[in-house]
C-alpha cells in the first residue's frame, strides 16, 4: 500500500524567509503533485512532475523530484502572507496512473 | 472557460437516507474523479473513471457507496442507507487524461444526522 508523509504538518514563518516542505512515500512512482487548499476551498493544482530531477517554478514556490529517493520538496523562498495555505502532495502509483494518493498537507501560516 | 463544477454544494441527510451528488467536469476532460475529505486531513481516493467506466473503484468504502458517468461526462456519486462516519466534503475532479493535472471542483459538504 502507497504510503504519502508529509513534514512538517504545520509550519509557522516569518515573511521574507525562506523554507522547505517535504514529501515522502513508500513505493515506486513516476507522477508527484503538488496542491494548495486555501480554507474552506477546493484544491489548486501547483505543479505536476513526472520525472527524476523534475524541478518546476511559479513565483516563490519551486518543486523538485528525487525518484530514486521516493522525495519531493516545496521550497518557499521569501515567503509572503499570501501563501498562508495548505499544501498537498499527491502520488500515483506507477501501475496506475488515476489513483492519487495524497499525504495530510502542510499548513503553512506566513506572519507579518 | 467553465471549471468543473458540483451540486449540491451543500447536502444535510439523516442517517439512513439516500444521498446522490452530481459531478460536471470540464468540457472534453476523459478522466473523472472522486474523492473523500475529512477535516484536516488529505483527500481519500474513492473511485476514477475514463470515459464511461469505472477504471478503478477501489477506494469506495463498501458496497453503499456507488459511481456512474453512463455518457462519459457528468458524473453522479450515491450513497445508500448515509451513516454518520459518511459525513465529509466530497471532491471531484477531472483531467484531459488518466496522470495529467487534475482540475477540482469545490466540493459537496456532505452532513448525516
Known amino acids: 500500500e502507497l504510503k504519502v508523509e508529509q513534514n512538517p504538518l504545520f509550519l509557522s514563518m516569518q515573511e521574507g524567509k525562506n523554507y522547505t516542505i517535504y514529501c515522502n512515500y513508500s513505493?515506486?512512482?513516476?507522477?508527484l503533485y503538488w496542491y494548495r487548499q486555501d480554507p474552506g476551498k477546493s484544491l489548486e493544482s501547483l505543479f505536476v512532475?513526472?520525472?527524476?530531477?523534475a524541478v518546476k517554478q511559479e513565483g516563490r514556490l519551486m518543486a523538485s523530484l528525487d525518484t530514486k529517493a521516493r522525495l519531493s520538496t516545496l521550497h518557499i523562498t521569501a515567503a509572503v502572507h499570501d501563501l498562508s495555505a495548505t499544501y498537498f502532495c499527491?502520488?500515483?502509483?506507477?501501475?496506475?496512473?488515476?489513483?492519487?494518493?495524497f499525504g495530510d498537507g502542510t499548513t503553512l501560516t506566513v506572519k507579518p | 472557460g467553465a471549471g468543473v463544477s458540483q451540486t449540491p454544494s451543500n447536502k444535510v441527510t439523516e442517517k439512513g437516507k439516500y444521498v446522490e451528488l452530481r459531478c460536471d467536469p470540464i468540457?472534453?476532460?476523459?478522466?473523472l474523479y472522486w474523492y473523500r475529505q475529512s477535516l484536516g486531513q488529505g483527500p481519500e481516493f474513492l473511485i476514477y473513471?475514463?470515459?464511461?467506466?469505472?477504471?478503478?473503484d477501489s477506494g469506495l468504502p463498501n458496497d453503499r457507496f456507488f459511481a456512474v458517468r453512463p455518457e462519459g461526462s457528468v458524473s453522479t456519486l450515491k450513497i445508500q442507507r448515509t451513516e454518520r462516519g459518511d459525513s465529509a466534503v466530497y471532491l471531484c475532479?477531472?483531467?484531459?487524461?488518466?496522470?495529467?493535472?487534475?482540475?477540482f471542483g469545490p466540493g459537496t459538504r456532505l452532513t448525516v444526522t
Open positions: 473513471f475514463q470515459g464511461t467506466g469505472a477504471a478503478d
Open positions: 475532479a477531472s483531467s484531459t487524461g488518466t496522470g495529467y493535472e487534475q482540475y
Open positions: 468540457s472534453g476532460h476523459t478522466a
Open positions: 513505493t515506486t512512482s513516476d507522477r
Open positions: 512532475l513526472l520525472s527524476n530531477g
Open positions: 499527491a502520488v500515483d502509483i506507477k501501475t496506475n496512473a488515476g489513483k492519487s494518493t
